[in-house]
Nanobody, 125 residues
Framework: QVQLVDSGGGLVQAGDSLRLSCAAS????????MAWFRQAPGKERQFVAG????????YYADSVKGRFSISRATAANTLYLQMNSLQPEDTATYYC??????????????????WGQGTQVTVSS
């Protein structure tokens, strides 16, 4: 059974940094895609960043380009999201996601088959 476990969220001030982690177990994601999404209260789940597991090709939402960086440790089957220069508008629950159906990151949440439980990020001004 595939399991994704998110961690690393917290309460920080504007301008601070956080690193989120997502530990995957149950299968290897080979040539598939993993991504981070976020969801603020009352809003739809939003794509943040994605990476092709084998090629390291990365994709970012315009709102986080230059501030966030997605990476993965293949041997450890772990996905990371380094978040710098955090702003109050980054406040949300962050979820990692994995797709067995697409080889390049997509912003479409329904294309992802597995989801972490979410980790809360709160940025105060």
């Amino acid at each position: 059974q595939v399991q994704l476990v998110d961690s690393g969220g917290g309460l920080v001030q504007a301008g601070d940094s956080l690193r989120l982690s997502c530990a995957a177990s149950g299968r290897s994601f080979g040539n598939n895609t993993m991504a981070w999404f976020r969801q603020a209260p009352g809003k739809e789940r939003q794509f943040v960043a994605g990476v092709n597991w084998s090629s390291k090709d990365t994709y970012y939402a315009d709102s986080v380009k230059g501030r966030f960086s997605i990476s993965r440790a293949t041997a450890a089957n772990t996905l990371y999201l380094q978040m710098n220069s955090l702003q109050p508008e980054d406040t949300a629950t962050y979820y990692c996601a994995a797709s067995t159906r697409v080889s390049s990151a997509t912003v479409i949440a329904s294309k992802y088959d597995y989801w972490g439980q979410g980790t809360q990020v709160t940025v105060s001004s």
